[in-house]
């Protein structure tokens, strides 16, 4: 979706564009459909009403000219409040759009090097099953510390959903500057969690999701307290070092800072394999995280993503390059958020090979936060990220959510049409 986006947004600034597809010579393990925009997993492309994430960021691809989204709305199914499509209508029409645009040359080969590509400016939108030769390529451009090829994620939270009647700021042994959340817990507190976390439900694996090992790195939190009651005792809710007043803890689980902004929190050691809901469920037993509003549950699967915040400016150009990345791969998750980088990313590899400027979208918008997120070189520890609207810059102090979520929605719309002059020029 993330390429097919990106060739569109070059295409129509007149400029002649080779998309380059590997299949039907070659399937990715979870591809099936030779044509474009293939929806592997679910056919529901989120809610669409403004005042929800999904809702906004589709929006904001209306705005810009999203294919997707114009394919899309010509072959719906019945989905409530969400926008859901024939997948196999959905995929033929994008790839009917695609190959019959005169500045669109569809080349069907497998890229294993960037040197095929003749040496113009390059856009990778290669999704989470980048094949192995091409994903040796990105390691060889981007570092090998820099790609992961498991995602081991743990759960976000927004910061104003916490309980800090329960929670509280606190260093280690006071050491240094109060940079966590500590989320304490009593021992009749620590074992109702720990029972309800070991007897929790796990979501199936594909095949080609499973990692050939656990390491200790980024060991589900499941299996670890699978190990023995105290085991997470003596990880990472260890309670040493952190006390409130004269009180002591018997487990403490910490929060860490995601953005700079200071607008979400993750939960520190808790990747998992549980399904959304019963991470819901089990986490909201944590004191402190009762009512928490989560912006990503955990997961464990495969992606081949790249550490962007550390290769990618806020344009998606690997620096001191003329190379873009797009999609997954660049760390946002779900459909309509490739597709948004799509589209980010094709208009300014087009910009680039019309000498002009690129264009950074506002950090008031749910595209602009998004791609300011993954490439914010203040997050310690990368995890992907969905559009949510805790990551948007907004200034709105509204108590009602839904009151405040259209208004940050409105917002967002008037600084995008006041910018698309620009964009489209």
């Keep these: 979706m993330a390429g097919c986006e990106a060739a569109n947004q070059i295409a129509s600034r007149g400029i002649a564009v080779n998309l380059y597809e590997m299949k039907p010579l070659k399937y990715s393990p979870a591809h099936k459909h030779d044509g474009f925009a293939e929806l592997v997993c679910s056919n529901s492309l989120k809610a669409d009403r403004l005042c929800s994430a999904a809702g906004l960021?589709?929006?904001?691809?209306?705005?810009?000219?999203?294919?997707?989204?114009?394919?899309?709305?010509?072959?719906t199914v019945p989905a409530g409040g969400a926008l859901a499509v024939d997948r196999d209508r959905f995929s033929a029409l994008v790839t009917e759009k695609i190959r019959s645009n005169p500045n669109i040359n569809v080349i069907t080969k497998e890229v294993e090097t960037?040197?095929?590509?003749?040496?113009?400016?390059?856009i990778i939108a290669t999704g989470p099953l980048t094949s192995d030769r091409f994903s040796a390529e990105i390691e060889r451009l981007c570092g090998r510390e820099h790609l992961s090829f498991y995602d081991a994620a743990s759960p976000i939270v927004t910061a104003d959903s916490i309980d800090y009647d329960k929670a509280f700021f606190a260093a280690r042994y006071?050491?240094?500057?109060?940079?966590?959340i500590n989320c304490p817990m009593q021992k009749d507190e620590y074992e109702r969690f720990y029972d309800a976390?070991?007897?929790?439900?796990?979501?199936?694996?594909?095949e080609f999701d499973r990692p050939p090992s656990y390491y200790e790195g980024c060991m589900p939190v499941e299996v670890m307290a699978k190990r023995g009651v105290d085991t997470l005792r003596f990880g990472p809710l260890k309670p040493v070092g952190l006390s409130k007043g004269q009180e002591r803890f018997y487990?403490?689980?910490?929060?860490?800072?995601?953005?700079?902004?200071?607008?979400?929190?993750?939960l520190v050691g808790f990747q998992t394999n549980l399904k959304f809901a019963e991470q819901k469920r089990v986490l909201g037993m944590i004191p402190g995280l009762e009512k928490a509003e989560f912006v990503r549950y955990g997961v464990m699967h495969r992606n081949t993503f790249i550490d962007s915040p550390r290769v990618l400016d806020?344009?998606?150009?690997?620096?001191?390059?003329?190379?873009?990345?797009?999609?997954?791969?660049?760390?946002?998750?779900?459909?309509?958020?490739?597709?948004?980088?799509?589209?980010y990313a094709g208009i300014n590899a087009a910009k680039r090979a019309l000498c002009r400027p690129p264009i950074t979208l506002p950090s008031d918008t749910m595209i602009g936060a998004l791609m300011g997120y993954v490439s914010d070189s203040g997050i310690p520890v990368f995890q992907p990220m969905g559009g949510n609207m805790g990551i948007i810059g907004s200034k709105v102090r509204i108590k009602n959510k839904q009151e405040r979520y259209q208004a940050i929605a409105e917002q967002a719309i008037e600084s995008l049409n006041k910018i698309m002059n620009e964009v489209t020029e």
């Design 174 to 180: 006071d050491r240094g500057t109060a940079d966590y």
């Design 197 to 206: 976390l070991v007897s929790a439900e796990s979501a199936q694996l594909h």
């Design 114 to 122: 960037i040197g095929d590509t003749e040496g113009s400016p390059v």
């Design 57 to 75: 960021l589709k929006a904001e691809m209306r705005i810009l000219g999203s294919i997707s989204l114009e394919c899309a709305e010509q072959c």
């Design 251 to 266: 487990a403490v689980v910490q929060l860490r800072r995601e953005n700079i902004s200071g607008t979400l929190y993750n």
């Design 314 to 343: 806020i344009h998606m150009n690997l620096r001191s390059t003329d190379i873009y990345f797009a999609g997954q791969i660049t760390g946002v998750e779900g459909y309509m958020e490739s597709a948004a980088s799509g589209i």
